[in-house]
Structure formats: structure tokens, C-alpha cells
């Protein structure tokens, strides 16, 4: 599949237009982080892109199409960044360090974490978005395969991994990529 904002054979408004609609998923992310789920509406969406008022609604026929694609993109860029570095683990302890940076990495982003988790837990009301989250599920297993095949383990790490991330939100002082590497490695070795 091509991408409209760099094909060019794609009509111009077309890829601005898409590029319009990737600024109010972005844009929805920084909503939730700020403000919560509660706090997205197709007004609140476009001011935070800098688009006119009718933006959002014109590329987003509903809130909950709004909150969908946020999700989506969240989900999809961790799980793709998950997949790219379990394609170059290989298996060690060492290796672990990899994961270790990536959550380093998120908690280093506290807002955009934040609004993950909302988003998150979103799915968890709302089964029609779980496609999103067993993507992003998948990818975690998928780097823990690279260690187990123990089904036991396989959960424990998603588990953790979330839950690990999670308690970062709660504190002033989140550990270090060395401490993630040593939890991590009490999960899987």
C-alpha cells in the first residue's frame, strides 16, 4: 500500500488531507494526556492541531472514531517498535537491555504514556477496539519468544512490562534501564 503523503502520484489535496488527519490523531493523543478521554471532543481536537473548529468532525465522523485511530497508532507504533527489536534479539541476557531502553524511552515521555494507558484502558470497555491492543500484545510476545516458549512467562512479561510502566506514572524517581533489564530478566531467563 502506498502512502498518499509521499506517493506522487496522489492528488495534492489528498495527501493534504491526510496529512490533516494524521495532525488530529496526534493531536488527540496530546488531548488525552492533558485532559483525559473526557476531555476529547472534535473542537478541543482540532484547537490542539491548529485546524479550523469543523476539522475534526469533517475527517472523523464521531468521537469514538476520533479515540479508534488514536489507539491504533499508538498500539501500532509500540508494537512495531517492539517487532523491529525482537527481529534483532538474540535470545541473551545482554539482549535485554534493548527492552529495557524502549521502556526508559516511554517513561521518559510521561504525558504520551499517560494517554496510552487511557487509551488503553479504553479497549478494556470496548471490545471493537482490542484489535488494536492484541497487536500490541502480540508484539510483546513475540520479543519474549525470543527467551521462552513457556506460555507462563509469555503473560508474565506483558504483565510486567505494562504494569512496570504503569507504576513509572506514579513515581518522581522511575527505574533506570538497568533496573528494567534485571526485572525483565527475572521474568524470562
Known amino acids: 500500500m502506498t502512502d498518499p503523503t509521499t506517493d506522487p502520484t496522489t492528488d495534492g489535496r489528498r495527501a493534504k488531507g ?3 488527519k494524521q495532525e488530529l490523531i496526534e493531536a488527540t493523543v496530546r488531548v488525552v494526556a492533558r485532559d483525559g478521554v473526557a ?37 501500532h507504533e509500540d508494537a512495531e517498535r517492539v517487532r523491529a527489536l525482537a527481529a534483532r534479539t538474540d535470545g541473551t541476557a545482554a539482549a535485554l537491555g ?4 524502549v521502556m526508559c524511552a516511554a517513561v521518559a515521555r510521561p504525558a504520551h504514556l499517560l494517554a496510552e494507558y ?5 479497549a478494556a470497555r470496548r471490545p471493537e477496539l482490542r484489535s488494536a491492543t492484541d497487536d ?5 510476545e513475540e ?3 525470543r527467551y521462552t ?20 506514572l506514579l513515581t518522581d524517581r522511575p527505574p533506570a534501564a538497568a533496573d528494567y533489564a534485571a526485572m525483565l530478566r527475572a521474568v524470562l531467563l
Open 18 to 20: 491526510e496529512r490533516r
Open 39 to 75: 476531555g476529547v471532543s472534535h473542537r478541543a481536537v482540532a484547537r490542539e492541531a491548529g485546524q479550523p473548529a469543523t476539522a475534526a468532525a469533517y475527517y472523523f465522523s464521531s468521537i469514538d472514531e476520533l479515540l479508534t485511530a488514536a489507539l491504533t497508532r499508538c498500539m
Open 98 to 101: 534493548g527492552l529495557a531502553d
Open 118 to 122: 487511557e487509551l488503553f484502558l479504553l
Open 136 to 140: 500490541w500484545l502480540g508484539a510483546i
Open 143 to 145: 520479543f519474549g519468544r
Open 149 to 168: 516458549d513457556d506460555p507462563v512467562r509469555l503473560r508474565l512479561l506483558a504483565g510486567a512490562y505494562d504494569g512496570l510502566l504503569m507504576q513509572a
